[in-house]
Nanobody
Framework: QVQLVESGGGSVQAGDSLRLSCAAS????????MGWFRQAPGKEREFVAG????????DYLDSVKGRFTISRDNAKNTLYLQMNSLKPEDTAVYYC???????????????????WGQGTQVTVTS
């Protein structure tokens, strides 16, 4: 059973940076499309960033473009989300997601993914 474990969350001030990591078990991480989603209190979960396994294509939520960068290290079975210039509205629980089926689904859709991590809290204060 493949597991996803997020880390790197915390409490920071507006303008600071954080890097989230998502460690995946299993031997076929390089064939997983990966994504980051977030859910703020009282709001629905929303897509933040995704990266496709086949061609490395990336997609981002408009409000994080230019501030967040998704990347992966297949040798380490790890997905990253570098978050710069953080804003209070970025406060949420951040979830890592994986499509382990070698799919080519839409990165921004939660239905694309079949595996989810437990989440890591990011809190940004002004």
């Amino acid at each position: 059973q493949v597991q996803l474990v997020e880390s790197g969350g915390g409490s920071v001030q507006a303008g600071d940076s954080l890097r989230l990591s998502c460690a995946a078990s299993g031997r076929t991480f390089s064939t997983y499309s990966m994504g980051w989603f977030r859910q703020a209190p009282g709001k629905e979960r929303e897509f933040v960033a995704g990266i496709r396994w086949s061609d490395g294509a990336r997609d981002y939520l408009d409000s994080v473009k230019g501030r967040f960068t998704i990347s992966r290290d297949n040798a380490k079975n790890t997905l990253y989300l570098q978050m710069n210039s953080l804003k209070p509205e970025d406060t949420a629980v951040y979830y890592c997601a994986a499509d382990s089926r070698r799919g080519v689904g839409v990165l921004s859709m939660s239905l694309t993914y079949d595996l989810w991590g437990q989440g890591t809290q990011v809190t940004v204060t002004s």
